[in-house]
């Protein structure tokens, strides 16, 4: 999925959004950073790394009987990037998936905390055939606007996003489905092209519209759903305020209002968080994260998420790189561990897969390769490259955490083995092209939105999908087989023999599984963040 330029807001913007609000709401060498050194000195909270905004954001007063009446209360988080739309169908984007899908929008599939699949707006599911699924619906749903919800709205929101006029980003979520056929007011027929075990799991990142509001122009800007929440304003780079919606059929939210505020400038978010401008802050740096620590109103979170990032080798040509061995040997050159501990300072993981550990079909009992220089130059050797190489890595500049330093680490730790890596760090908008183009390395992830094998496995490792030309046929096998199977646990099983059978070829040098740094005022209650990043706040409160 290639990134969109957007302009985000700015600590200026972002104050004088924030006061909009509150009126509308009452009315060296890189081998040095690898080199063993001390624990980081935690920050002390009097000599803080940030300077604190001046001014903070009003919050909205709810009188002492609200708490027992309905929702009370706003809830205010900061994150990076700026929402692209508000239709929930329209951009395959996470931050815009994980407020659209739930707190306007629902699909029909849910997952629980513990990505067990649970009722949204369809009751049950029942797979009649290899084929065909059907849904039974819930009744009495409406949409915001008082559109009724029910097999019609089913049938129009699918085939909305399978429309290729209409160019829905997550178009491919809906790829299996051949029809869909209304079979009473609130039944729907689900038939797919082939057998589809993906289907569930992909369903949790569709949402149903309603029919005559989503044909509106200003849908995209005025969007209308089933969701916990009904839309207010929203000013694209500065803000995005909701309201609870009373009449949710899941039982009305205990926030009265959520407000979204994308702040680019990292200080500025930092900031924000530490003086009460927000409530929850995403994307923490490493090296503030001692400093928040310290301070008794926040909340540090750091949770792995669904995303996993590495070296990826272009497999066609004739080039050191298509060797397994080669691939081998440049993993156990590079101190993994040392990268996780003092470049990210414990954020993450060292990759033991090559998906994240935060997935649910993740194969913990997979072979480590562990640091040995020796080892990684007598593969190297084995491989017919005694004296190394030179070679190229492609970095997207700035979408990974701390890519321009673990990179250049990374050079430095295959440099002694005698490989010569050269690391361009490209503006993103020009670097993502070029994976599809062939490429000697490149420095990328594989984020599973869906939480599902076959979003990991079928995009990247099928010989038809694969943009690194990988193709192993016992793999291809075994994701179909998978993709087959309608029963959950044995296609988790698949993909962990998926995985056993991807790390021995070793086509990505996995670095490290990417976590997620949050940190949440301790007034917010009932709220923890996801290795998704599905922002899920129906049951959120705040308190004061």
């Not at 006029?165 to 082939?194: I, P």
């Amino acid at each position: 999925m290639s990134p969109k330029k957007t302009s985000l807001i700015s600590r200026r913007d972002f104050l004088k959004g924030a006061a909009g609000v509150a009126g509308l709401a009452a009315s060296g060498t890189i081998l040095q950073a690898c080199a063993p050194l001390a624990s980081p000195t935690p920050v002390p909270p009097q000599a803080p790394t940030v300077p604190p905004i001046p001014t903070k954001v009003p919050v909205p007063t709810v009188a002492a009987t609200a708490v027992l009446t309905g929702p009370a209360g706003t809830l205010r988080i900061a994150m990076r990037e700026t929402l692209l739309s508000l239709d929930p169908q329209k951009e395959y984007q996470i931050v815009s998936l994980g407020f659209t899908n739930r707190c306007f929008a629902d699909p029909l599939v849910n997952y629980d905390d513990k990505y067990n699949f649970v009722p949204g707006l369809a009751l049950s599911w029942t797979a009649i055939d290899d084929l065909t699924w059907e849904f039974k619906l819930r009744e009495g749903v409406k949409f915001h606007n008082g559109e009724k919800f029910n097999a019609e709205a089913v049938k129009y929101s699918f085939e909305r996003m399978k429309d290729p006029n209409y160019k829905a980003g997550g178009a491919s979520l809906l790829a299996d489905v051949d029809s869909v056929k209304v079979k009473d007011e609130y039944t729907v027929l689900v038939r797919t092209k082939e057998p589809s075990g993906a289907l569930l799991p992909n369903l949790t990142l569709v949402s149903i519209v309603p029919i005559e509001a989503s044909k509106r122009d200003d849908f995209a800007t005025n969007p209308v759903g089933t969701g916990p929440f009904r839309f207010v304003e929203y000013k694209k780079g500065e803000r995005l305020v909701m309201e609870a919606n009373r009449e949710y059929w899941g039982g009305a939210p205990k926030l009265k209002q959520v407000i979204y505020y994308p702040i680019a400038e990292d200080t500025t978010r930092m900031a924000a968080v530490r003086t009460g401008e927000v409530d929850i802050a995403y994307g923490i740096l490493p090296e503030e994260i001692a400093g928040l620590k310290v301070m008794p109103q926040l909340e540090v979170f750091s949770v792995l998420s669904n995303d996993c990032v590495g070296v990826i080798a272009y497999l066609e040509g004739d080039k050191p790189r298509i060797k397994s061995k080669v691939r081998k040997a440049m993993l156990m050159a590079i101190d993994r561990e040392k990268i996780v501990s003092k470049i990210l300072q414990g954020v993450g993981a060292v990759a033991r897969s090559v998906v994240s550990a935060a997935l649910p079909f993740f194969n913990p009992n997979l072979t480590p390769y562990p640091y040995d220089p020796k080892q990684a130059k007598a593969l190297l050797t084995e491989a017919g490259y005694p004296d190394g190489f030179s070679s190229n890595l492609v970095v997207p500049s700035g979408f990974y955490p701390k890519d321009a330093e673990i990179t250049q680490a990374v050079a430095a730790y295959l440099k002694q083995i005698g490989i010569n890596l050269e690391v361009r760090l490209v503006e993103q908008s020009s670097a993502w092209p070029l994976r599809r183009v062939p490429y000697e390395f490149f420095y990328s992830g594989g984020a599973v939105m869906n939480m599902d094998g076959d979003m990991a496995f079928s995009r990247d490792y099928m010989p038809e999908t694969s943009r690194e030309k990988y193709n192993n046929p016992e793999v291809t096998r075994l994701i179909k087989a998978a993709r087959a199977s309608s029963k959950q646990d044995q296609r988790r099983e698949l993909y962990r023999q998926v995985q056993a059978a991807i790390w021995e070829d070793m086509p990505r040098i996995q670095i490290h599984d990417v976590g997620d740094v949050w940190a949440m005022s301790k007034r917010v209650k009932n709220w923890q963040p996801r290795p998704d990043k599905t922002i899920v706040l129906k049951d959120a409160s705040v308190e004061g």
